[in-house]
C-alpha cells in the first residue's frame, strides 16, 4: 500500500511528554509505580509480580559484547497455563553455564504476544534473579518491548528496566502502516521518541515477518544508530548485504570487534558465519535454547581461523534451524520436550503438537542434539 502523503507529527507533538522518563535510572523506580503500572495489574489472569519484588542491586553496567544471544522460550504450567517460574529459571542457568554471551526475554520465541505486562516483568525478574543468584550477575538481558503505540513501547521499557532489563529490543509499529509519513518518517521518529524517554538502551529488531512486511534499510537503521541510546540491530530478516552495510557504517574507530559500539546481530542462527563474514557480530537466535554449545562453537571455529570445521558445524546447525523455523515457537518446544525433558506447550490458543508432529519435530533436531551432546 501507498504511503500516506501527510506530513509527519511536528516537534513537540504528544511523544515529547515522554522525555520526562529520561530521569527514570535517577529518580528509582517511583514513577514506574505511580505513573505507568500497566493497568492488567491486578487482574485475576495476571501474575503476582510487583515493583516490591525487584532488588536495586539488579541494575549495573553490563556491556553489550560479540557473541551468542539466546532468545528464550517462556514456560506454562501444562494444566494451568500460568507462568512456571521454576522452570525459567532453571533454564535461564542452563544456557549461562553452557557460555552464551546474553539471553532476552520477551522476544518472539518468548511469547510475549501471550503475556500481560505484570507477567513480562515476572519473566524478567525472575531471568535476573536466577542468573545472579547462579554467579552470573555480569550477563546482559534484552527485553522485547515493542508495541504498537509509542506511549506503550516507552512503558514496555520503563517496566524492563525495573524488572532488571538492561536493553529494550524494539519492533518498528506497523499496524497503521498505510498511513504512515512517507521515506519512514514515522518510524524514525517513533524509534528516536522511544530511544529518548527509554531508562534502558535499545536494539532496533528487523523482523519482516512480524510487522506485515515492513523492512528497515540499511539506511534507516544507519540514521538511527546515530542516537546515543540505540545501541546495535537483530536482523531477522537475513539479508547479509544489509548486515554487512550497516556494520561498516557503524564500526567504532577502534576496529574492535569484540567491543562494538553498535551491535549487529543476525536473527537466525542459520547464517551464523555468513554474518561473520559480512562484519556482524554474532547471533540473537532461539536455536540456542536446544543447542547454545553448537551455535557458540560453530563462531569459536570461525573467530579461531578454521572455516572449514566451521562450514561442516554450520550446515548441521542450520539443518536443525530449518526445524525450528518451521515449527516456530511450538516446534522449539516439542524438540526441548523430546530430547531434554522439558518444554512444554505454547500458550492457547497455539496449539499442542499432535504425536506425528512431536515425532517429526524431534527427529527434525536429532543431529544438532548429537553434536550438542558432543561438545
Known sequence: MSPHNDAPS?????????NRISSFRANGSSLLSDHLMPVDAHSPLSSSYTSSNMDTSFHTDRPLVAGVYVPTVCFFDEETEDVDTATIARHAVRLAKAGVTGLATQGSNGEAVHLTHSERQLVTATTRKALNDAGFPHMPIIVGCGSQSTRETIQLCCEAWEAGGDYALVLPPSYYASLFAPSMATVMEFFNAVADASPIPIIIYNFPGAVNGMDLSSDVIVKLSQHPNIVGVKLTCGNTGKLNRV????????????KPDFLVLAGSADFSIQSLVAGGHGILA?????????????????NQGKHAEAQAMQEIVSQGDWTAIQGGVVGVKSGMQGW??????????????????AKKWKDGFRDLILLEKSL
Open 247 to 258: 556494520a561498516a557504517a557503524t564500526r567504532n574507530k577502534r576496529n574492535d570487534a569484540s
Open 286 to 302: 532461539g536455536l540456542a535454547n536446544i543447542a547454545p554449545k553448537a551455535c557458540i562453537k560453530t563462531i569459536e571455529l570461525y
Open 340 to 357: 531434554s525433558g522439558y518444554g512444554g506447550y505454547a500458550r492457547s490458543p497455539l496449539p499442542k503438537p499432535t504425536a506425528e508432529q
Open 10 to 18: 511536528p516537534s513537540g507533538s504528544y511523544t515529547a511528554g515522554f
